[in-house]
């Protein structure tokens, strides 16, 4: 399971990026949510957007199919678009494994990699009114 979508990330998406990835073998499945936070460098923070390349599911699937190759576990993602507020759900990365240490260092290693390679771009709105683009 590897996608960009404009679809909330609630719990029933959660759900089903870690059934992907679990088994009756795997004794840790690991589930990251990136949530919207409130406060960025001291700013607070009302919102963000987020601006996909129309490849962004096609890279955010390589970077899954890549860790998975890497690590010889299960992993999947779904990373969201779009405008979202505090308290929403951006990202939801998984990872399953026989044990907890190999979970967490692929579900680490996936997140990573989605933000360094997939083209997805945030503009983080403050409560001062000023908006600012990240990482770019």
Do not use: N
Not at 15 to 43: I, K, L, M, S
């Amino acid at each position: 399971m590897s996608r960009v979508t404009t679809d909330v990330l609630d719990a029933a998406v959660s759900q089903a990026v870690e059934d992907a990835v679990g088994g009756p073998e795997c004794g840790a499945v690991v589930t990251f949510r990136g949530v919207v936070r409130d406060v960025d460098d001291d700013r607070g923070v009302t919102g963000l957007d987020y601006e996909a390349h129309p490849d962004a599911t096609a890279v955010l699937r390589r970077c899954v199919e890549t860790v998975a190759a890497e690590t010889g576990l299960r992993v999947a993602a779904v990373h969201r678009y779009g405008t979202l507020v505090v308290g929403d759900v951006a990202l939801v990365a998984a990872a399953a494994a026989g044990h907890r240490r190999e979970a967490f260092e692929a579900c680490s290693l996936l997140v990573e990699r989605i933000k360094a390679e997939v083209p997805i771009w945030k503009r983080q709105h403050f409560t001062d009114g000023v908006s600012e683009w990240v990482g770019l």
